[in-house]
T-cell receptor
Framework: GENVEQHPSTLSVQEGDSAVIKCTYS??????FPWYKQELGKRPQLIID?????GEKKDQRIAVTLNKTAKHFSLHITETQPEDSAVYFC?????????FGAGTTVTVRA | NAGVTQTPKFRVLKTGQSMTLLCAQD?????MYWYRQDPGMGLRLIHY???????AKGEVPDGYNVSRLKKQNFLLGLESAAPSQTSVYFC???????????FGPGTRLTVT
């Protein structure tokens, strides 16, 4: 099965600064790379995703970059705001399934 | 559209009791999934289904059974609950074209 590692496990940033979370995976057949955000007590929700034929994708303050050769992809959040405080999960897809990382707890300090 | 719904929201079981969790989606999605989430861990896949009448094992299937008799419903059964099955259970679904999974609100299960 897919081995997924996510770093760091916790991240504390000053409001307005940037945050970067990295995800490494093992299955070279993975072809879809999403990031999910989960607020306390809520369900995970997709915030951005990228397919294997694209190197970077941006959506306002968030971006995802993919390096298929090295088998890792990263989430970038710029100009962080208090509402960005949450747990973020990467979940590369192989076959029909997503394999979730252990999560990164992001805290944005005011 | 209600999206993905789960029943019940909370449940407390005694060791050895059985129960069924219901997941329903109204998006005509082909694929459905059951995950469990434990503190400090990501979501782990229990079982999944690629269409009505099909089921397959995920990463942690032991102690659980599933059925997909109707396309819109995916049932997760615990035949003899154990304290190790205390967890939050999430159901998800996705359509045949896109890869995005849509999650239900979760069921918090405690086994004493």
């Amino acid at each position: 099965g897919e081995n997924v590692e996510q770093h760091p496990s916790t991240l504390s940033v000053q409001e307005g600064d940037s945050a970067v979370i990295k995800c490494t995976y093992s299955d070279s057949a993975s072809n879809y790379f999403p990031w999910y955000k989960q607020e306390l007590g809520k369900r995970p929700q997709l915030i951005i995703d990228i397919r294997s034929n694209v190197g970077e994708k941006k959506d306002q303050r968030i971006a995802v970059t993919l390096n298929k050769t090295a088998k890792h992809f990263s989430l970038h959040i710029t100009e962080t705001q208090p509402e960005d405080s949450a747990v973020y999960f990467c979940a590369p897809k192989s076959d029909y399934k997503l394999s979730f990382g252990a999560g990164t707890t992001v805290t944005v300090r005011a | 559209n209600a999206g993905v719904t789960q029943t019940p929201k909370f449940r407390v079981l005694k060791t050895g009791q059985s129960m069924t969790l219901l997941c329903a989606q109204d998006m005509n999605h082909e694929y459905m999934y059951w995950y469990r989430q434990d503190p400090g861990m990501g979501l782990r896949l229990i079982h999944y289904s690629v269409g009505e009448g099909t089921t397959a094992k995920g990463e942690v299937p032991d102690g659980y059974n599933v059925s997909r008799l109707k396309k819109q419903n995916f049932l997760l059964g615990l035949e003899s609950a154990a304290p190790s099955q205390t967890s939050v259970y999430f159901c998800a679904s996705r359509g045949g074209i896109g890869y995005e999974q849509y999650f239900g609100p979760g069921t918090r299960l405690t086994v004493t």
